[in-house]
């Protein structure tokens, strides 16, 4: 057999301006797509997850506009490094190209096929995809890891230039893509069911982003570009979304940074997956009250704010970002429930779940994170509420019968609760509140 090249779709959902693809098919003369529905990850999900229901349809997509150059996308579902031995005994392979990953789990994963691809000679190769700049690119003078975001993105900007945000011209090369007929296993034949979910839109609208530093805070206003599980699983190009947020917004801009900001705290620190950030942190003795905490889950905690983001998210998949820091807060320090389990939560339920995204904003909110919101600001619901949804459209979306006897008491005292707070953080400390 003619030797062909691998390219291995992940998070980079698309044909058009994917930075591996591009090295791939320029530089080899044969290139076969494929995708690999993980088992290892598969594994942990429900048979309605949303995200499973996202990428099938993305992957539709792309097998729909091979076809009609006469290619096709290979999808596989197993554990990658099984599907890599499969592969080997099908194909003469020269080389495996694809995009990095930065998340722990993708990186021992890639090592190990790494290595299996070296015994059989042949080359693995990743490119730069999902960020503009990674790993060391954006570092201190003395090249330790920034962990204050505005010197990060001071750093971040002055760094950038054109060539950062060039964009790579697959189609060029689409003459390159190996000839072949595959079809794609059905939903239900990798274990899954289509969800209920309806899912954003990947356009860049410029009348949502125009306004995006006045609108971003009000929950009841369709106000963000809601693009989060697009840049997950890379459906858009953050090339394109940065020089669009260049043109329009330096707020929302400044939103794409902290998205790198919290890939290279991931990248600098992979310790922050089940710990804190600050190891004084981990001293703090949680409640951890189930009851209370499956009250948070279902949105009957008594705090119509909280109550709605809750069922925002058990309903449809997302949450706003406002109302991810309120209810995060109001678990973490009303309830001193240790963030984890609001991180692992949200992790399960959130279409646009990002790991570094995630666990960045739930150690910001319970203050033992980079960056963090000092251990004594505690957000007061009743106070949010006004602020950001002063007339109750929001609250009264989700959460319609707040003013009704049936809507539970609050499960706290928020005065108390927050006494409690200072108390609990302030001996784990040692700190004078």
């Not at 981990?282 to 109550?307: H, M, S």
């Not at 006494?419 to 302030?426: A, H, M, P, Q």
Request: net charge neutral; with cysteine; aromatic share 14%.
């Amino acid at each position: 057999m003619e030797p062909i090249s691998i390219f291995w779709f992940r998070r980079d959902l698309r044909l058009h301006d994917n930075a591996g693809l591009f090295h791939a098919l320029k530089e080899n003369e044969r290139v076969q797509p494929i995708f690999i529905f993980d088992k290892s990850i598969l594994e942990e999900l429900p048979e309605n997850d949303a995200r499973v229901d996202f990428i099938y349809q993305s992957l539709e997509k792309i097998q729909s506009e091979l076809k009609e150059i006469g290619c096709s996308l290979l999808v596989l579902h197993n554990h990658p490094l099984e599907a890599f031995h499969t592969l080997t005994e099908r194909y003469t392979i020269k080389n495996v190209i694809t995009n990095h990953d930065y998340e722990p789990y993708a990186q021992k994963r890639d090592k190990e096929i790494e290595a299996y691809l070296q015994s059989k000679h042949i080359q693995f190769k990743t490119y730069k995809d999902q960020v503009i700049f990674e790993k060391n690119e954006i570092v201190k003078d003395d090249q330790t890891p920034y962990t204050v975001y505005t010197p990060y993105s001071k750093r971040w900007k002055a760094a950038l230039k054109d060539e950062n945000l060039a964009s790579f011209s697959n189609e060029s090369y689409f003459d390159h893509f190996e000839k072949s007929s595959y079809s794609m296993p059905t939903l239900g034949e990798i274990g899954f069911k289509k969800s209920q979910q309806t899912f954003p839109l990947s356009d860049t609208v410029s009348s949502i982003i125009d306004h995006y530093h006045e609108t971003r805070d009000i929950p009841s206003l369709v106000g963000t570009s809601r693009l989060g599980i697009h840049l997950r699983f890379g459906t858009i190009s953050i090339r394109k979304l940065t020089r669009f947020a260049l043109k329009h917004n330096e707020k929302y801009l400044n939103e794409l940074i902290w998205r790198e900001f919290y890939q290279s705290i991931l990248w600098h620190f992979p310790h922050i997956i089940h710990s804190s950030f600050k190891p004084q942190y981990d001293e703090i003795k949680w409640r951890n009250n189930e009851l209370e905490f499956k009250a948070w889950c279902e949105g009957q905690t008594g705090y119509p704010i909280v109550d709605a983001g809750m069922r925002e998210l058990n309903q449809t998949g997302w949450m706003h970002n406002r109302v991810r820091m309120i209810t995060a807060s109001f678990l973490t320090k009303h309830l001193l429930i240790d963030w984890r389990w609001g991180e692992a939560y949200f992790a399960k339920k959130l279409i646009d779940f990002d790991l570094a995204s995630n666990n960045g904003g739930w150690q910001w909110a319970a203050g033992c994170g980079v960056d963090a919101a000092p251990y004594f600001r505690i957000f007061n619901p009743y106070l949010q509420t006004e602020k950001f949804d002063g007339q109750k459209i929001y609250i009264r979306k989700w959460v319609p019968e707040f003013e009704s006897n049936s809507y539970p008491s609050p499960i706290v005292d928020h005065a108390l609760a927050r006494e409690r707070c200072l108390e609990v953080y302030k001996h784990a400390l040692k700190k004078e509140v």
